[in-house]
């Protein structure tokens, strides 16, 4: 019975480990409380107000094939020039299981949500196409790039 037992919770607690078993994903979303992927396509993202008087859009990331237990990432977002429209954002720490609300969250996939991705000037790049970048990094030195098209619009109080 112990024997089952410890099998039991060795197979529970695999199924929450980080996916080492694949080359490193990044899957870019949206989302202040849950995650809400990215088209291939240009999203348009509601700038929000900070607390600081400063506005932002929301981030959110699902990685697969690499230690999400403890990773460090980077945003940022580029104008169609290259010029940067926001502040760099890195965040180091472990992400979440992948709450597998939906189909796309596979087993041993990590997601963060609300990450806020500061906007520099927002007026000067509100309804304009920007290149949101993120690259992660594990402490194995695994790593991965994604990038899409977003579109800042109205802000939200």
């Given at each position: 019975?112990?024997?089952?037992?410890?099998?039991?919770?060795?197979?529970?607690?695999?199924?929450?480990?980080?996916?080492?078993?694949?080359?490193?994903?990044?899957?870019?979303?949206?989302?202040?409380?849950?995650?809400?992927?990215?088209?291939d396509?240009?999203?348009?993202?509601?700038?929000?107000?900070?607390?600081q008087?400063?506005?932002?859009?929301?981030?959110a990331?699902?990685?697969t094939?690499?230690?999400?237990?403890?990773?460090?990432?980077?945003?940022?977002?580029?104008?169609?020039?290259?010029?940067?429209?926001?502040?760099?954002?890195?965040?180091r720490?472990?992400?979440?299981?992948?709450?597998?609300?939906?189909?796309?969250?596979?087993?041993?996939?990590?997601?963060?949500?609300?990450?806020?991705?500061?906007?520099?000037?927002?007026?000067?790049?509100?309804?304009?196409?920007?290149?949101?970048?993120?690259?992660?990094?594990?402490?194995?030195?695994?790593?991965a790039?994604?990038?899409?098209k977003?579109?800042?619009?109205?802000?939200?109080?």
């Amino acid at each position: 019975m112990r024997v089952l037992l410890l099998a039991v919770l060795a197979l529970v607690a695999g199924c929450d480990s980080p996916n080492l078993n694949t080359d490193p994903l990044l899957i870019l979303g949206t989302g202040e409380v849950e995650f809400i992927p990215l088209t291939d396509g240009v999203d348009d993202l509601a700038l929000a107000s900070g607390i600081q008087g400063g506005q932002h859009v929301w981030g959110a990331l699902r990685v697969t094939g690499m230690d999400w237990t403890n990773l460090t990432v980077t945003w940022e977002l580029t104008d169609e020039d290259g010029d940067r429209a926001s502040e760099t954002t890195t965040i180091r720490q472990a992400f979440n299981h992948c709450t597998r609300s939906d189909d796309a969250c596979e087993q041993g996939m990590g997601e963060i949500v609300a990450v806020t991705v500061i906007v520099d000037d927002p007026g000067a790049v509100r309804g304009d196409e920007l290149s949101m970048t993120v690259d992660a990094s594990d402490e194995e030195g695994r790593t991965a790039t994604a990038v899409t098209k977003i579109r800042p619009v109205t802000v939200i109080e």
